[in-house]
């Protein structure tokens, strides 16, 4: 009976034991569920706090520098003598020409900063020219606005306004224009005025990430009120008529904001729909931004989670619960079931081993360690080198051809014995049909059922090999890149800076010109001002040609070299036409093979400089052919005419290289044809034996045939 009892001790303490651990592990489930989720809250609102924060930040820094840029508009005007010069001429003698020049001066202004509409009134508020030229009555208060500007002397901004009650919603700039040169006194007042539904409205609407509650309200106050100045998402028409009355216990967020609060508050909106907005003042002026969400939107995933959390504390009591109740069933079995396991474990991991052996992709060869024999080897090594697997096995390491760079006799697997483990980073083994491919070899011996083998797994690098030289050619390939950035931009520094000094001396000259009021001098000076700007127009465009090369290529296609060369003689035909040169094309059937349009600007290039600097030849003559050198087929454009000293040739395809500053062009042509030629995978190059004796240029593409008729 004792025995009994001994016996059942266990068996009644057991589930005494588990009982206690099933609490100690629920309540522990419990506390951890509670507190992941409360974290995951605090986070969670943290993020959607900071979010709001971020677009309010970056809201009211656009805000305020949209409103410099328009201040800085006016300034601009303001005090400009220029402009007053031709608001005067306008006043004293109706210049048409003056009236023409201002309309056109203000037309730009209004197009490139997109203002609504820009008026020029005179001195007692009356409008002189407007732009665009729509009838429009002025408003009174415009008028009023405009005539305390001209008393204060100063640029001012008039805030958001309706002229009617049901009018558009308009800001303006108020510009007083005053005569800077025998001070007069007021000339007028510029107005600019801005509609918000073009720019601000929508910059104000738009939110950076998908929300369906979240908008951005901008506010002010207007006396005892908070006003929206802004259309808003959920009320039509509000902008400059929805209010609410700052009073306390009004716990709006754009209530708060006016009242001075920044930072995160909540709140119910103007909706009356309970959110979470972060509110800042606009610098300089008198709005204020609200950014703000629903709570219902901010914590709806809170609320999923938790949800989640729920279900999955539930799901964990449950499955605690069986697996302890599981536990005692389990725990006789648990012995027999532990050894078969140990037996499938390892019947598996022979499995695995096989599968692995089998289906990696490196080479494996398992050798008898003892000597040296060819035990096995896998499908990939077989692969790898061509030769069958009857060819491996049986044979000893150093009988095999292959391998006689790594282990070359007896003595060498000695030495891998005696080391246990070789590696052999890059080592050439032979394949069966002669190919020698770069391999990594590494050895190691380890025990088998207590008995000694060696793996070698041979992995092939060609290809490792081949990125990286690919690698190294790509750096000094950028190394080359970098110092030709270098060149360029100390190039285009320099020639850019010539027509940049000839405008800024010349628009000296017509300030004074213009003061003294010499027309046919302001006519000179603007003259070279055109052509200056029209050089530095030209140099632009073609560098930005040059600079496309290579990044916005056409679809590739095959064309006969006849047909491209016919091509781009059509585009310069009035060119040879003048000069009266005679092309001759080869009729070989030379195929090209790249982006046309290119290809067709390389010979285009070639074709016209060489009609260019024919010189005196009486009988001028350009060849286009193709010549076979080292197995490449080579292209030339060939002439008879002034021929180049072998001096410059070096540097005939750099930028802005001209060997005669007198002639047409920038400079660029050649330095275009390299790059088109070097996208398209060949080089360039010039031979000319001297002046008057010809020039020949001479390049290759890739992928150029010739075919059999």
């Known amino acids: 009976m004792s025995r009994r009892t001994d016996g059942s001790r266990p068996s009644r303490s057991i589930p005494c034991v588990l009982g206690s651990a099933f609490m100690v592990l629920a309540a522990a489930i419990v506390a951890i569920g509670w507190l992941y989720n409360r974290n995951y809250q605090q986070h969670y609102r943290?993020?959607?706090?900071?979010?709001?924060?971020?677009?309010?930040?970056?809201?009211?820094?656009?805000?305020?520098n949209w409103r410099r840029e328009r201040m800085g508009d006016a300034s601009v005007l303001f005090n400009n003598d220029a402009f007053s010069t031709l608001v005067s001429h306008l006043d004293s003698t109706g210049d048409a020409g003056a009236r023409k020049q201002l309309r056109q001066w203000l037309g730009q202004i209004q197009t490139a900063h997109q203002y609504d509409r820009i008026l020029l009134l005179d001195a007692q508020g009356a409008p002189r020219m407007a732009v665009p030229d729509t009838p429009e009555p002025l408003p009174s208060t415009l008028a009023s606005d405009a005539c305390e500007s001209l008393r204060s002397g100063k640029v001012s901004f008039s805030d958001f306004h309706r002229d009617t009650p049901e009018g558009p919603v308009r800001l303006s700039i108020l510009v007083p224009i005053f005569d800077t040169h025998d001070a007069r006194g007021p000339l007028g007042e510029l107005v600019l005025q801005i509609d918000p539904g073009v720019y601000l409205y929508p910059f104000i609407q738009r939110w950076p990430t998908p929300s369906s509650s979240a908008e951005t309200l901008l506010v002010r106050r207007d006396k005892d009120d908070v006003l929206f100045l802004n259309e808003l998402r959920f009320k039509k028409d509000a902008a400059l008529k929805l209010r609410f009355a700052l009073k306390k216990g009004n716990d709006l967020p754009c209530v708060k904001a006016v009242s001075g609060q920044e930072g995160i508050v909540e709140g119910p909106d103007y909706r009356g729909i309970p959110v979470i907005a972060a509110v800042r003042a606009v610098p300089d002026s008198p709005w204020f931004l609200v950014a703000r969400m629903d709570q219902a939107e901010v914590y709806a995933p809170v609320r999923r989670h938790w949800w989640l959390t729920v279900a999955m504390v539930g799901v964990l009591l449950v499955s605690t619960s069986f697996g302890l109740a599981l536990f005692w069933r389990q725990k006789q079995a648990r012995f027999y079931r532990e050894k078969f396991q140990m037996a499938e474990a390892m019947r598996?991991?022979?499995?695995?081993?096989r599968r692995l052996f089998e289906t990696a992709q490196n080479g494996i060869l398992i050798l008898d360690a003892g000597t040296g024999m060819v035990v096995d080897v896998n499908p990939f090594l077989v692969k790898l080198l061509g030769f069958s697997r009857q060819q491996f096995l049986g044979k000893k390491i150093w009988e095999l051809g292959f391998a006689k760079d790594i282990i070359a006799n007896q003595a060498g697997f000695a030495e891998l014995q005696e080391k246990k483990y070789v590696r052999y980073e890059d080592m050439p083994l032979e394949t069966a049909d002669g190919r020698r491919i770069d391999v990594e070899f590494v050895s190691n011996v380890y025990e088998v059922n207590h008995h000694p083998v060696v793996q070698c797994n041979?992995?092939?690098?060609?290809?490792?090999?081949?990125a990286k030289d690919a690698l190294r050619r790509r750096s000094e390939e950028l190394a080359l890149a970098n110092g030709e950035l270098t060149r360029f931009a100390y190039t285009v520094s320099h020639d850019l800076k010539s027509p940049l000094v000839t405008i800024k001396t010349f628009l000296g000259y017509l300030e004074k010109d213009m003061a003294a009021l010499d027309a046919q001098r302001v006519g000179n000076d603007l003259g070279y001002i055109r052509t200056a700007a029209d050089r530095m127009s030209l140099l632009l465009g073609e560098l930005l040609e040059l600079s496309r090369v290579g990044r916005k290529m056409n679809v590739s296609s095959e064309a006969s070299l006849q047909n491209v060369v016919k091509e781009a003689l059509a585009m310069v035909a009035g060119h040879m036409a003048a000069r009266g040169v005679k092309v001759e094309i080869t009729a070989e059937p030379i195929w090209l093979y790249g982006d046309r349009p290119r290809l067709v600007e390389v010979f285009q290039n070639l074709l016209d400089n060489a009609a260019k600097f024919m010189g005196d030849q009486p009988s001028p003559r350009i060849e286009v052919g193709a010549r076979t050198a080292d197995g490449l087929t080579v292209?030339?454009?060939?002439?008879?005419?002034?021929?180049?000293?072998?001096r410059h040739q070096s540097k005939l395809f750099g930028l802005f290289e001209k060997l005669d500053p007198r002639s047409e062009g920038t400079g660029l042509g050649l330095a275009l044809v390299r790059r088109v030629v070097e996208v398209h995978g060949g080089r360039i190059w010039v031979e000319s034996e001297?002046?008057?004796?010809?020039?020949t240029f001479r390049f290759t593409l890739a992928r150029t045939q010739r075919k059999s008729t």
């Open 46 to 64: 943290a993020a959607a706090e900071s979010q709001l924060s971020v677009i309010a930040d970056l809201k009211v820094a656009d805000l305020a």
């Open 348 to 353: 598996a991991s022979e499995a695995r081993y």
């Open 458 to 466: 041979i992995c092939d690098i060609s290809e490792r090999k081949m």
């Open 635 to 646: 292209l030339f454009v060939s002439d008879n005419g002034m021929g180049i000293d072998p």
């Open 690 to 695: 001297g002046p008057g004796k010809g020039t």
